[in-house]
C-alpha cells in the first residue's frame, strides 16, 4: 500500500512563496516518479511538475522558473518550492507517485493554495 499526505499549503499574496510537502508512504513497492498535480474546479488536472528517480524534473511552461520539485534520498518525503506565486496558481495540489516497473498510482488528498491579495 501506498500513502500520500500533502502540506504546505494555504492563503499567500501574490508574489509570495510556499512549499509543499508530500509525505510517502510505500512499504513495499519502489517509486518510480512523483509528480505534483493541480486542479481547479471545472478544469482538467494539470501537471505541475514531476521528478523521477533518473533524469531532469519536469514542469509545465506555466510554471518554469518559479517552482521547483526536490525530494530526499530515500522518497520519503517530495517538495514543491513556489516561488513569485500567482492568482492563476489558486488551486488544490496534488502529489501522485508511480510504482517502478508496475505504472501502478496513487494519489493524495491534496492540499488548496490561494493566491489573492
Known amino acids: 500500500q501506498v500513502q500520500l499526505v500533502e502540506s504546505g499549503g494555504g492563503l499567500v499574496q501574490p508574489g509570495g512563496s510556499l512549499r509543499l510537502s508530500c509525505a510517502v508512504s510505500?512499504?513495499?513497492?519502489?517509486?518510480?516518479?512523483v509528480g505534483w498535480y493541480r486542479q481547479v474546479l471545472g478544469k482538467e488536472r494539470e501537471l505541475v511538475a514531476r521528478?523521477?528517480?533518473?533524469?531532469?524534473?519536469d514542469y509545465a511552461d506555466s510554471v518554469k522558473g518559479r517552482f521547483a520539485i526536490s525530494r530526499d534520498a530515500a522518497w520519503n518525503t517530495v517538495y514543491l518550492q513556489m516561488n513569485d506565486l500567482k492568482p492563476e496558481d489558486t488551486a488544490v495540489y496534488l502529489c501522485?507517485?508511480?510504482?517502478?516497473?508496475?505504472?501502478?498510482?496513487?494519489w493524495g488528498q491534496g492540499t488548496q493554495v490561494t493566491v489573492s491579495s
Open positions: 501522485n507517485a508511480i510504482i517502478a516497473g508496475w505504472g501502478a498510482t496513487y
Open positions: 510505500s512499504r513495499k513497492y519502489p517509486i518510480g516518479a
Open positions: 521528478i523521477r528517480s533518473g533524469g531532469s524534473p
